[in-house]
């Protein structure tokens, strides 16, 4: 997995609450058999015309947010379906980072099995932040994990919490599988435990 | 300490835990379907390992599955077909049990865990989707999980976790006549909200939760994602043993003795701290109808379409968007709204009951809309419509009666709608082009969706005219 340590970059603003994976990445193009190559149909209805051409004023359509690297949006990103090709399909954008007050409880974990950081700030913070991205280049936004820091462009500084695991695995871009296999003796243990506790499982 | 259900069903299942509580969990079962687990099954490939735990680990086609007659002849979008192909060689390849298009048990994986017996009390239960929460139902810890979680639960028949939050949904007193197990749900996810649940397991009680047939209480379990929760819980009882009994994967003799004395203790505790309780009166739920794009966006029936700017901070562009993409007038009554095309189906209301409660409605009567679908949850939830004599109810109403599989729940088969067009489904989301670019979806329940079928529009089920005689 790729290691997430810190990132400066253009944050592209999307203030709407509820943005869920269905818009992230409609299901017709969840019919891949890869982890990559969804970067085309990223936000589809939202960015291309029935006749498939862009829709200027989509955000990530606009020559300032192409390149963006970080996503300031509203609450409760990602919700609805677990599928990860939303996270997936953001990455394969550039997307590293997400701010957001609120995510869907899958999607977030699905970030971090991809070296993506979303970072929960309260609304007031955010509010800022995206006042930041409306700028576009003019004003880059700083984030930094190992001191759990957001920078807006006017250098105010916000401390944003996350799971220590979660990030020790981030900052390492450590594999989970590999890790768990590595308690493999714990697992057998528990399996056969249980397979005298609860036999019929 | 008394502890909640969920407490009981977490500390049953804990493999290891670190000294900041993050934890290794056991996983009872692991339900797969196309979607989500070809880049897995790849992972798994391309690191030479092996699937743990194949005889715990239950794989479906259903999310591409077309529900046409002539799907016997293969699939015809290649994109579908190669996902299908891949689990086909994926199932074989792994061992895995496996329910393959052509095997009148297939059906849609919620429908089929429970149904062959794959899902029962105090499991733990996961699947790379997120309607997983179905399995609660049955007093499991079920929920949905991205793909390399997917690929984790292969490899190790464990998942990392943090511990969820207790929140406590009761529903008390009856509901009055009309009123569902849909009408239950969505009526929560209206008073909560789409995050309301967010970090929680709900565990749903009360008498109105009690007296609801398991068919019902796996509606309500499934939508507890659409409230934002990990997952929801129903504790087991009687009406859950009963249905458990006797399908292919329960325990029988001295198994059943043994697994039934676990079952029974597994409650909520007198006393045990909950960190969120909401409370709904059953008498006070109506037949209700979705009229945005969030499954929050829920009114009763006797409702209008609301002002976008009657709301707060983001939901105002929020309702305002959706209005403009539902093509709805605010102050505009929900009885008034014409619909195109009916769909009865999907894990959230795709089982027998359902599809006997939407025949009542339906018998003796033509539909007024161009389109109506059937799509049962499964084969054999098919096999016994036909038989109850159900299908031919909907055939000679006008429904389509197709195979069973997720269809036009999110449309990723040609189960679609065109652009405008406009639905009342009984699935569970209503998100902009969840059932096709451009299509407008109303959820409801089962019988509400029939008696839209026949008047061609948004109905209340409680003032349909008597049927004929």
């Known amino acids: 997995m790729e290691k997430f340590t810190n990132l400066t970059g253009v944050a592209a603003p999307m203030p709407l609450v509820n943005i869920d994976t269905d818009m992230i990445i409609p299901k017709q193009f969840l019919k891949t058999v890869q982890r990559t190559g969804l970067v085309k149909n990223l936000f589809d209805e939202m960015r291309y015309d029935d006749q498939g051409n862009e829709i200027p004023d989509f955000v990530l359509n606009q020559p300032a947010y192409r390149q963006a690297q970080i996503l300031v949006t509203g609450e409760n990103f990602g919700c609805g379906s677990s599928r990860e090709h939303a996270p997936w399909a953001l990455a394969d954008f550039g997307i590293r980072a997400i701010i957001a007050p609120s995510y869907a409880d899958i999607f977030y974990n699905n970030c971090f099995k991809n070296g993506m950081l979303p970072i929960v700030l309260p609304q007031d913070q955010v509010d800022v932040l995206m006042e930041d991205a409306r700028k576009g280049e003019n004003a880059r936004i700083a984030i930094d994990l190992e001191s759990q820091t957001v920078t807006s462009a006017d250098g105010q500084v916000f401390a944003f919490q996350i799971d220590p695991f979660t990030k020790h695995c981030l900052l390492n871009g450590l594999d989970d599988v590999g890790l768990t296999l590595e308690k493999v003796s714990a697992i057998d243990a528990f399996e056969n435990a249980a397979a005298q506790a609860r036999p019929w499982i | ?469």
């Open chain 2, 1 to 469: 300490m008394p502890k909640t259900l969920y407490d009981k069903i977490w500390d049953a299942h804990v493999v290891h835990e670190d000294s900041d509580g993050t934890c290794l969990l056991y996983i009872d079962r692991h339900l797969v379907h196309e979607v989500t687990s070809p880049q897995a099954f790849e992972g798994l490939r391309l690191a030479g390992r092996t699937v743990r735990a194949p005889d715990k680990t239950i794989a479906v086609p259903d999310h591409n599955v077309p529900t046409t007659p002539d799907r016997e002849n293969g699939i015809e979008n290649p994109e579908s077909r190669i996902q299908v192909e891949t689990l086909d060689r994926n199932a074989q390849e792994f061992g895995v049990n496996y329910y393959p298009v052509h095997d009148v048990r297939q059906g849609i994986v919620h429908i089929v865990g429970p149904e062959q017996g794959w899902t029962l009390p105090g499991m733990t239960v996961v699947c790379g989707d997120s309607h997983t929460a179905t399995h609660g139902a049955f007093g499991a810890l079920a929920h949905g999980i991205g793909t390399s979680e997917v690929e984790h639960v292969l490899a190790t028949q464990t998942l990392i976790q943090k511990k969820s939050k207790n929140m406590k949904v009761e529903i008390t007193g009856s509901l009055p006549p009309g009123v569902t197990a849909k009408d239950i749900t969505l009526s929560v996810i209206g008073a909560t909200g789409t995050a309301g649940g967010t970090g929680h397991v709900i565990e749903y009680c009360g008498q109105a939760i009690e007296e609801l047939s398991m068919e019902g209480r796996m509606t309500v379990c499934n939508m507890a994602i659409e409230g934002g929760a990990r997952a929801g819980l129903i504790a087991p009882d009687q009406k859950t043993f009963d249905y458990v009994k006797g399908r292919p994967h329960a325990p029988k003799g001295a198994q059943w003795d043994a697994a039934l004395a676990w079952w029974t203790t597994l409650k909520s505790d007198e006393g045990a701290h909950w960190d969120k309780v909401v409370t709904l009166k059953a008498e006070e739920i109506a037949p209700v109808v979705t009229w945005g794009t969030s499954p929050e966006d829920v009114l009763p029936i006797t409702g209008h379409v609301p002002d976008p700017e009657s709301f707060s901070g983001g939901k105002v562009g929020a309702a305002r968007r959706a209005l403009d993409y539902m093509g709805l007038q605010p102050g505009t009554r929900l009885t008034d709204i014409e619909i195109d095309t009916v769909f009865i189906g999907s894990c959230t209301n795709g089982r027998i009951e359902d599809l006997r409660a939407a025949a009542e409605i339906l018998k003796g009567r033509k539909i007024a809309v161009k389109r109506a679908m059937v799509v049962p949850g499964s084969g054999l939830v098919r096999a016994q419509a036909e038989e109850e004599g159900l299908a031919q109810i909907f055939i000679d109403a006008g429904f389509e009666w197709r195979l069973a599989g997720c269809s036009m729940c999110l449309a990723m088969n040609p189960d679609q709608l065109a652009p405008g067009e406009r639905c009342a489904a009984t699935s569970n989301r209503n998100f902009e082009g969840r059932q096709g670019r451009g299509g407008r979806t109303h959820l409801m329940s089962p019988a509400m969706a029939a008696a839209a079928a026949i008047t061609g529009r948004l109905t209340d089920i409680r003032e349909l005219a008597p049927q004929p005689a």
